[in-house]
């Protein structure tokens, strides 16, 4: 392939959609392009692979960043490409930079309470050799999340409440971003109490700069020798499902517990022989080349409860809640049990999902945070609500993957890090109690059904208008100017997800609104009031541009071809009278 002269000197690989096809698509694949590519351009005019010598060279970084400020090109940077709506890709006019195994440092102080290392480790990895040290931190759950990613999104997972994120042990990161000083984009370490370094940590990923090392300050398994978990696995049952989502909100309150009930589909899959038989589907093309799931081409599961129950400091058998979740059933797959100590770091890794993905088939995913407490939930009957809508998902024959996990209480270190933390970096919703994620996968004719059946879980949560950023506006504003300060060329910005992304409404929308909010306004001009004016004009705005994107996703769904089909949700409520049973 015949490069441009800007790259002679690159020592990594560069990909054109000019090449090969397979070569090209294989290289520029994100998990998001198997329900987004039709909707969504992810295939960027280059995709490159740096290649360092050692951890400090960053020569082909500063070659694409040259080539990408010369011609006004963007730049959209991943370590595992697990971003569910593609927004670590960019489109055929800009530049994909893959970092998956450009930084591999990873080196100890003395005694092991601070590791420096690089961002080019899948979460497995980063718990495994964490582990061999006798070391860990809490983290997410997917196996192939890139650190890079993951560190500046958060970190969110099940040790959330006894130690909170994996973000709230970073110290250190380094980042090619812009020097006013230097004039150009140059590497250099920010410190926590740096103003780059909280708009880095829950800003947006990618969005400020170019993340290649992180600093932590690490935990050790000797500090926690009672420590004790349950980890096991039952098939489905609605009513024992039920009964896991009761005992979550009577046992909020308890200090030292992290608890979260996970419900997933059958794997579709009768038995290997059969699916060697089939022809694979675009994901399952590139999963077989990348991943092998440890040798195994295929993993068979019927539909499952998971849970996960764990304690760190003060194990006491008979006060346990894990005394009542194994007493739900006795038809049980043990993984993990508590009759002897479990060291943290195996927890952790028991946590992590070995696969990349549930099912190599298109989705549609929600996450919902909330602040109720659990005596609000048990009054609406919450968990009958959530065993119905999952009865009618899996007797829809959609495939379900779902997690509700409680993160709330005086003593949960999410919430005590979170005030720690709250001037540090820019993360948000470190009050809510409980957090849940409902993704639905399906086969492409059920389309209509899956958007209908999340649709009717947005409106029975009662999310009317689901923007993150209501009620941290100036927070918003703030990270605008940080990333125009740390990034003037603009070349952070590869897609819409991104902080700082220019919405250029419509005349006619910016009418509308002062049409029918005229008197308001006046009265803020009066009063000088002009933070509100231009917050409440912004958050209009906002709206509107919600609107926008639904509609645009409705347009997309009438434009599907004839073979999506037209199957609507019909939800009957299951009366708490009546025997709670699956189809």
Known sequence: MSLPPDFEKFKGEIFSHKQDRNDYYYK????????????????????????????????????????????????AIRTGGHQYTGASSTDRNNLQLDLADTYKKFEWNDDKTILEIGISYSLDEFARKLKEAGRFLPSGQCEYVGLGGHVQTGGYGQLARGFGLLTDYVTEIRIISYDETEQDYKAKWIKKGDELFRAVIGGSPGNFGIITHVKFMVLKDSDYPNSRGFFAVCKYDPKNFKTFLDIKLETVGEDDFDYCVSVLSDSGIEDEENALDKDPSYDETYNQQRYTNKGNKNVIWPTIIIIHAYHYRNYDEQTSPIKKIK????????????????????????????????????????????????????????????????????????????????????????????????????????????????????????????SEWQRENDKCISVINPIFSDEDIHKYKELCELRNKYDPDKIFIPNDFCVGVKYEAPIKVLKDILDKNSEKFEHMLKHEDFDSLEEQIFKLVAENDTLRRENTEVKAENSLPEEFGDDRVEDEWVDEDDDVSLC
């Open 327 to 450: 007493d739900v059933t006795t038809e049980w797959n043990i993984v993990t049990d508590t009759n002897e100590h479990v060291e943290v770091s195996q927890l952790v890794r028991n946590w992590i999902m070995l696969i990349r993905r549930e099912f190599q088939l298109q989705y549609i995913k929600r996450g919902y945070v909330s602040n109720w407490e659990a005596g609000k939930l048990i009054d609406t009957e919450w968990s009958a609500w959530v065993t119905n809508r999952i009865n009618i998902a899996i007797c829809k024959k959609l495939k379900v993957s779902a997690q509700f996990k409680y993160f709330g209480g005086e003593e949960s270190e999410f919430y005590k890090k979170g005030e720690e933390n709250k001037d540090t970096t820019s993360l948000s919703w470190r009050k809510m109690n409980f957090g849940i994620t409902i993704d639905i996968f399906f086969e492409k004719d059920n389309f209509h059904l899956a």
């Open 28 to 75: 520029s694949y994100q998990y998001a392009k198997s329900s987004f590519r039709s909707i969504k351009d992810m295939n960027p005019k280059y995709v490159l692979y740096p290649k360092a010598t050692d951890d400090d060279d960053f020569d082909d970084i500063y070659l694409a960043l040259n080539y990408a400020k010369k011609n006004k090109l963007k730049i």
